[in-house]
């Protein structure tokens, strides 16, 4: 069974920063194809960062590119997004997911809140 806990987040200020992790098990993390998702207060889930399996690459909205990083450790089996120079905007619940035999899992997320 595909199992994907994040954990990492918190109450900070605009531009401090945090590091998220996905600890998975039942898939091997970076054999896969991962992303990570969050879903701000009343607005639907949206795309963050993907990681591709094996040597492919990554991608990122628009909107975080140059401050978030997706990585991955082996000895671990973890999913990492840092973030950097955070904003009222990355406000919301983080999900990781991971696609895997044809199908969408996801983890129970974890609550990110930038404030002043």
Known sequence: QVQLKESG?????????????????GI??????????????GKEREFVARIGPGGSGTSYV??????????RSRTENTLYLQMNNLEPEDTGTYYCNVF??????WG???QVTVSS
């Open 9 to 25: 987040g918190g109450l900070v200020q605009p531009g401090d920063s945090l590091k998220l992790s996905c600890r998975a098990s």
């Open 28 to 41: 091997t993390v970076v054999s896969s194809h991962m992303s990570w998702f969050r879903q701000p207060p």
């Open 62 to 71: 628009d909107s975080v590119k140059g401050r978030f990083t997706i990585s």
């Open 100 to 105: 895997y035999q044809g199908n969408q899992h």
């Open 108 to 110: 129970q997320g974890t």
